[in-house]
């Protein structure tokens, strides 16, 4: 009987759930929080939270970079920890293809790029599964009210027979639950840009409104890369300008109670390790209680994981994770995303890619094919490797998932570009005219 008391060790070393909970909390009512395991490491971080860091790292030292497609700059990741509650970045994604993948002697390097698509309203054309109906916060809140009704009837059942550290443990569930139903209740997020959102989503690009395309990694020489495309404002609001929340004095007061209670929580749970007889059994009543309300949580959030960034308003559509054999064939692939530049479209590839001979001549490559062969890659007028590339971009770029969303996402923004294709001749011609020009 003795093992079954050390089941929960894990789940009261460290916090797993703090900061996704307060987020869902503090974001929507369209969300349950997932019940909250003890803290230990990091309580200070938990005591310490303020309005204006909820939704950053929570104490992670690693940073997330992002470079802007439209205006070729870069910068550090804010609200890290919303969009990895979103569902935007994440570090467990696409990893399905990579074996088979390392197994090809011509592969030096893949990459796997995530695209998705934020927009303000769904999809043009495609029915918007993700976005949270308007019955969602009643049905959540009464997840929260049974929750809770079944953590005090089970504390009360332990009670009835002398079970006290049970009725404890329970006890601290309830408090836990009460107290992000209160913060959820007294809060909201406030998103930077709104106003300008609004006016872009009212013209569109087909009256100026500006279009960019966010990419993001863990480092510049990640090979994993997020992607976001959208309007500029909502972009910015999203991973440029901080999150801010009401209430922040509810914020504060509230992490600290957490903070106690999951201490309260831990040292019960590690009071009971080794015990036997009837006390052995409550960590795992305990577990099994926890685990069962993390239930409804989770389908929830699988369901509408972007209902957290309703207040902007925003909707997510991903498409399927893209693999690709180089990075340049990655950043080829890119580069070709709608876009309103305000600079040239490979000054991306700055944080990237050195800016040398080598990388000229391949992007005076990719410039000839899509400008002369109206995207078509022609093999006498670009170089085998550029050939490579832009053919890989090519077939990511017409995927029947990411075709659809990409043609739902020009319609909803009002994406209008001429596209020119030049007969045989033609291209010869200005192939030797682009050639002669580079000679002078």
Same mark, same amino acid.
């Given at each position: 009987?003795k ?7 894990a789940?009261?070393?460290?916090s797993l759930?703090v ?7 503090v +974001?929507?009512?369209?969300?349950v ?9 990091d309580?200070?971080?938990l005591?310490e !939270?303020?309005?204006s860091d909820l939704?950053e790292?929570?104490?992670? &030292? ?15 990741l @804010?609200?890290?920890?919303?969009l990895?509650?979103?569902g935007?970045?994440?570090s467990?994604k696409?990893? @399905?293809?990579?074996? $088979? ?11 796997t790029?995530?695209?998705s698509?934020v &927009?303000?309203?769904?999809? +043009?054309g495609?029915?918007d599964?993700?976005?949270?109906? /308007? ?13 809770i009704?079944?953590? *005090? ?9 002398g079970v006290w550290?049970?009725s404890?443990? =329970?006890?601290?569930?309830?408090v ?11 809060t909201s =997020? ?7 959102l609004?006016?872009?989503?009212k013209?569109t ?9 966010h990419v ?28 801010? &929340?009401?209430?922040?004095? !509810?914020?504060?007061? !509230? %992490?600290? *109670? ?19 007889g009837?006390?052995a059994?409550?960590?795992? #009543?305990?577990?099994a ?7 409804p ?10 209902a957290v960034? #309703?207040? $902007?308003p925003?909707?997510?559509h991903?498409a399927?994770?893209?693999q690709?054999s ?17 600079v040239?479209r490979?000054?991306l590839?700055?944080?990237? =890619?050195p ?15 899509q ?9 006498r007028?670009? /170089?085998? #490797? @550029?050939?490579t590339?832009l053919?890989?971009? =090519?077939v ?5 998932r990411?075709s ?7 319609q !909803? ?7 020119? &294709?030049? %007969?045989?001749e ?6 030797k ?8």
């Amino acid at each position: 009987m003795k093992i079954i008391s050390y089941l929960p060790i894990a789940l009261y070393a460290e916090s797993l759930r703090v900061r996704s909970a307060l987020i869902r909390s503090v +974001s929507t009512p369209s969300s349950v929080a997932p019940s909250l395991t003890g803290c230990v490491r990091d309580v200070g971080e938990l005591w310490e !939270t303020t309005a204006s860091d909820l939704f950053e790292d929570f104490g992670k &030292t690693k940073t997330y970079n992002v470079a802007s497609l439209r205006h070729g700059n870069s910068f550090q990741l @804010a609200n890290r920890g919303l969009l990895e509650v979103a569902g935007l970045i994440s570090s467990h994604k696409r990893h @399905a293809d990579h074996a $088979q993948m390392l197994h090809d002697a011509d592969i030096r390097r893949y990459t796997t790029v995530h695209v998705s698509f934020v &927009t303000p309203i769904g999809l +043009s054309g495609i029915s918007d599964e993700t976005e949270p109906p /308007s019955w969602l916060p009643g049905v959540c809140q009464a997840v929260v009210v049974l929750e809770i009704l079944l953590e *005090i009837s089970v504390g009360a059942a332990m009670g009835a027979f002398g079970v006290w550290d049970g009725s404890v443990l =329970m006890g601290c569930m309830v408090v836990n639950a009460i107290v992000l139903l209160f913060l959820q209740r007294k809060t909201s =997020m406030i998103f930077a840009k709104v106003p300008d959102l609004k006016d872009d989503k009212k013209r569109t690009a087909a009256d100026g409104a500006a279009l960019d395309v966010h990419v993001i990694s863990e480092s510049w020489n990640s090979c994993h890369l997020d992607v976001l495309a959208g309007y500029s404002s909502q972009l910015h609001g999203l991973t440029n300008l901080p999150v801010w &929340t009401t209430g922040s004095w !509810t914020v504060s007061v !509230t %992490s600290r *109670i957490l903070s106690v209670v999951l201490l309260i929580q831990a040292a019960v749970l590690a009071s009971l390790v080794g015990a036997s007889g009837v006390d052995a059994v409550v960590p795992l #009543a305990w577990l099994a209680v926890h685990t069962l309300t993390l239930i409804p949580p989770a389908v929830i959030h699988r369901k509408y994981p972007c209902a957290v960034l #309703a207040p $902007q308003p925003a909707t997510v559509h991903s498409a399927e994770t893209l693999q690709f054999s180089s990075r340049r064939s990655a950043l080829a692939f890119i580069v070709m995303l709608p876009v309103t530049s305000k600079v040239p479209r490979w000054d991306l590839l700055d944080v990237f =890619m050195p800016n040398n001979k080598r990388r000229q001549e391949w992007q005076e490559d990719l410039d000839m094919s899509q400008v002369i062969s109206g995207r078509e890659p022609n093999p006498r007028i670009i /170089s085998a #490797a @550029a050939r490579t590339h832009l053919e890989e971009a =090519m077939v990511a770029y017409r995927s029947p998932r990411l075709s659809k969303y990409l043609s739902g996402y020009k319609q !909803t923004v009002r994406f209008l570009k001429l596209e020119i &294709t030049f %007969s045989e001749e033609v291209r010869n011609f200005l192939y030797k005219v682009f050639q002669n020009l580079k000679d002078i």
